[in-house]
């Protein structure tokens, strides 16, 4: 099995950064894609940003210019540094790795429980 371990979150000021990490707890032998989502109690989960092996990376909308995503899939890490902050910005972050553990598994998604991000005057 595979564990996701989120850091970085923490609370900011309004305009403030952070960088978050997700480092997964061994090797995989294929990344098909690395992403973060976002979280709030009560609502449903939210697409932030992801870096895909084949198309790149994209953002939702609302992040786009702000948040920058960086993966490396050898080392099975991926960071999300997020500049600007917004109160509404505020959320648990949780990453997802889309791949295979080894040649003969099948494709799985994988995800961290998450850091919380806090922005706040």
């Known amino acids: 099995q595979v564990q996701l371990v989120e850091s970085g979150g923490g609370l900011v000021q309004p305009g403030g950064s952070l960088r978050l990490s997700c480092k997964a707890s061994?090797?995989?032998?294929?990344?098909?894609?690395m992403a973060w989502y976002r979280q709030i109690p009560g609502k449903q989960r939210e697409f932030v940003a992801r870096?895909?092996?084949?198309?790149?990376?994209n953002y939702t909308e609302s992040v786009e210019g702000r948040f920058f995503i960086s993966g490396d899939v050898f080392g099975a890490t991926v960071d999300l540094q997020m500049n600007n902050l917004k109160p509404e910005d505020t959320a648990n972050y949780l990453c997802?790795?889309?791949?295979?553990?080894?040649?003969?598994?099948?494709?799985?998604?994988?995800w961290g429980a998450g850091t919380l991000v806090a922005v706040s005057s």
């Open positions: 997802n790795i889309d791949g295979w553990i080894e040649e003969s598994t099948g494709r799985t998604n994988y």
């Open positions: 870096q895909h092996s084949l198309s790149g990376s």
């Open positions: 061994r090797g995989f032998f294929s990344i098909m894609s």
